[in-house]
Every structure is written in C-alpha cells, then in structure tokens.
C-alpha cells in the first residue's frame, strides 16, 4: 500500500496513540476493531493488573477465543449448508 491510496489515521488502545495508515475502504473497520479492543482491556481492568501489556495479553487472548469458536462453529454448520444448497438445486432442476 502506498501513501497516496492509504489514509494516516490514529486509533488509541488502552490510552496509548497509535499512527497508522489504512486503506480508505479498511478504515471504519481498524475503528470499530479499536474500539472492540479497547471494551476488552477495559474488561481486564478489575484483575489489578499493573502493565498495560497484561490488559492487552488477556484482551488477546480472549478475542483469539473467540475466533477459534467462530471456526468451530463455522466448521459445524458448513456442511449442513452445503446439504440445504444441494437440495435446492436439486429443486430447481427439477423445474
């Protein structure tokens, strides 16, 4: 990504600004992704941690959590959409 088709924007995490640049169709969800971050840390702050890398190491972990359930979940229902489009398919054939 170059500088001309990328935007500079600052996003803060857990007080600390951070620089960075973005494409302009990313930048919304860098936002919101800062934000999600930022209600996770602020989860951690009832564990007495003193380092903010505590805060952030926790946050991680938890968000890495749920993207290993996503998976999971994802490989649960996947085939069982994969039988329901081979069905209509069937369906429509037969039309």
């Not at 919101?32 to 209600?39: D, V």
């Amino acid at each position: 990504m170059t500088t001309e088709n990328s935007l500079l924007i600052s996003v803060n995490i857990d007080d600390r600004i951070l620089r960075l640049r973005v494409a302009p169709k990313d930048e919304q969800a860098v936002r919101m992704s800062a934000q999600l971050l930022n209600r996770r840390i602020d989860a951690f702050r009832s564990f007495q941690a003193t380092e903010p890398i505590d805060r952030l190491s926790w946050a991680a972990l938890d968000l890495a959590g749920d993207v290993l359930k996503q998976q999971r979940d994802n490989e649960k229902t996947a085939p069982a959409v994969e039988e329901e489009l081979k069905a209509l398919e069937q369906l429509l054939a037969g039309i």
